[in-house]
């Protein structure tokens, strides 16, 4: 099982950015995704959830709004669009099933 996640970086308050998640090594069109991130010095916290056929979509308060997460079982990728960006939204950002080992997530800063 492998998580590979990338489009984060650096951006203004207010920005957008959209980070893509690659998995591989399982069946990918038979799980649940979720998005989750970890700021400096708290816990890990799930953000958003998409269920296996692209349903059942969950968001956490404080991104409900702003966030948008999708996925393509063709492709065996998870997204999460990002706008209007909060400087409370840095974090590193996982994808995850829920269970399997973590991937090296990408970074999201935003910062004036």
């Known amino acids: 099982v492998q998580f590979v996640e990338s489009g984060g970086g650096l951006v203004q308050p207010g920005g957008s950015l959209r980070l893509s998640c690659a998995a591989s090594?399982?069946?990918?069109?038979?799980?649940?995704m979720r998005w989750y991130r970890q700021a400096p010095g708290k816990e890990r916290e799930l953000v958003a959830g998409?269920?296996?056929?692209?349903?059942?979509?969950y968001y956490t308060n404080s991104v409900r709004g702003r966030f948008t997460i999708s996925r393509d079982n063709a492709k065996n990728t998870v997204d999460l669009q990002m706008n209007s960006l909060k400087p409370e939204d840095t974090a590193v950002y996982y994808c995850?099933?829920?269970?399997?080992?973590w991937g090296q997530g990408t970074q999201v800063t935003v910062s004036s």
């Open positions: 090594g399982f069946s990918f069109s038979r799980y649940r």
């Open positions: 995850n099933t829920g269970s399997a080992p």
């Open positions: 998409i269920g296996s056929d692209g349903s059942s979509i």
